[in-house]
């Protein structure tokens, strides 16, 4: 049943156009007023709807948009459930479950190139840049801090490269012990992320094969999944000895006092995608205008996140139980400009989380293609594709119509600027911001694979 929802406020405008013209038509109507009216009476097919999530910061559109309203906004009734671990959340997102996720941006483009789990899945709505962080142990920083170049204050120079971990891992080779760090998911961000900042080092992480899914072959650090709220605890127990993660769980290992977060993602790739908003094609198919209008809400939900003096607000709203759980301190150490590295050591780090601003909301093809590259790199794509086919895949699972449909009507309606939707065509300008200074083109993705000495070449 396809329920149509009206604002009070076209309502209120309608009136008072008739009270004021009487029966006279007016034939002459702005293309802004049309867009508007298409937006206060979208039909949405699914109204009730359920979204899981993982106890993340970066999951904070998903809180917002609920919390703040605007999934009501749009006509939409949405349940925002917390889930285990990210293959639970792919499972129940593809067999129907749920409605849509919060999710790694990995996770649809893997499942669309054939590794693990295939299914075809859409992302409308970027949720997020940077926003991870590497930590280790404490006895590993204590390794490697001597190698750590320091200011005049004797503070470590950020960002700290692998080099620094060197000597550590060949301490414990010669013990005869593997060296073993944790990561939250095959296809994550932090699997990736992790893998750059070792291999910019001359440290191989490990290869994938069609036979071997380990990720472990030829590894001189022994790479693992650990789902993320579980990575202080295996930290401490002596399980792992380090991990990439997202927040608050490298700020938890601060405050609990057992590692020390050594580099963020922003170091390794400046205002790098992190999550996305994930649907089934067939429910983006079938219920188009919900797509719209989930999108809209989101698109809102990250401008109110990166507006000035909200994220004390947001910080309130993640460390309910339902939602992240943190406690607030916790949180706030990186959602509200700054980032602890020691409990002595907070530094301003004003982009460590971006949910708005350089067009954080728009699933740019170029990230896909960033990721299509990553898993041929490292072995999760078997065998060499052409440059055709990243672009292609790309296109299939980001949805960036989608998201300029939900945009312009927020523009019609007076909730955004008109000059927050890029002008693009959906690939990012090539940049070498990165940690090792490489030079990535998403239009370039065979010369990009071929540019690294570790890893596949093509």
């Not at 060949?170 to 013990?175: H, L, M, P, S, V």
């Not at 072959?217 to 999944?225: F, G, M, Y």
């Amino acid at each position: 049943m396809k329920i149509t929802f009206f604002k009070a406020s076209t309502l209120i405008a309608a009136a008072f156009m008739l009270a004021s013209c009487g029966n006279k038509k007016k034939k002459e109507t702005t293309k802004t007023s049309d867009v508007a009216q298409v937006s206060s009476s979208l039909e949405i097919e699914k109204p009730q709807l359920t979204f899981g999530f993982i106890k993340l910061t970066d999951m904070a559109p998903l809180a917002i948009a609920k919390e703040k309203g605007f999934f009501e906004d749009e006509g939409l009734f949405v349940s925002v459930e917390a889930q285990s671990n990210w293959k639970n959340i792919l499972d129940r997102v593809i067999d129907g479950q749920l409605d849509g996720s919060h999710m790694l941006a990995g996770q649809p483009i893997a499942a669309g190139a054939g590794f693990g789990r295939q299914a075809a899945l859409v992302t409308p709505f970027s949720m997020d840049l940077n926003g991870n962080a590497i930590t280790v142990s404490n006895k590993v920083w204590e390794g490697m801090e001597p190698h750590v170049k320091k200011d005049g204050n004797g503070k470590p120079i950020h960002p700290i490269s692998a080099d620094a971990l060197k000597p550590v891992i060949t301490q414990y080779k010669n013990e005869g012990k593997p060296f073993k760090m944790g990561m939250v998911f095959p296809v994550s961000t932090h699997n990736y992320e992790i893998r750059y900042w070792l291999a910019a080092a001359g440290i191989n992480p490990g290869m994938y094969s069609a036979d071997n899914i380990q990720g472990q072959i030829d590894a001189e650090v022994l790479l693992s999944v650990t789902p993320p709220p579980q990575m202080p605890a295996t930290l401490e127990a002596g399980t792992i000895y380090g991990y990439c993660v997202g927040e608050p769980w490298n700020q938890q290992a601060v405050a609990k006092g057992i590692g020390v977060p050594v580099v963020t993602n922003y170091d390794i790739w400046k205002n790098n995608p992190e999550k996305v908003f994930v649907m089934t094609k067939k429910f983006v198919e079938e219920n188009p205008n919900t797509a719209i209008a989930v999108t809209k809400a989101l698109i809102r939900a990250g401008q109110w996140l990166d507006a000035p003096g909200n994220r004390a607000e947001a910080v309130k709203i993640l460390s309910m139980p339902q939602y992240v759980g943190a406690d607030e301190a916790v949180l706030a150490n990186s959602m509200t400009g700054t980032f602890e590295f020691e409990k002595d050591d907070k530094r301003a780090m004003p982009d460590f989380n971006v949910f708005y601003r350089y067009n954080a909301t728009y699933p740019f093809y170029s990230d896909a293609v960033w990721f299509l590259t990553q898993m041929r790199r490292w072995g999760q794509i078997p065998e060499t594709k052409p440059a055709e086919w990243y672009a292609k895949k790309a296109k299939d699972i980001y949805r960036p119509d989608i998201w300029k449909k939900a945009a312009d009507l927020l523009v019609a309606e007076g909730k955004i600027p008109a000059s927050d939707i890029p002008e693009t065509d959906g690939y990012k300008p090539a940049t070498t911001d990165f940690i090792d200074g490489n030079k990535y083109d998403g239009k370039d993705p065979i010369g990009y694979i071929n540019s690294f000495k570790i890893g596949n070449k093509d």
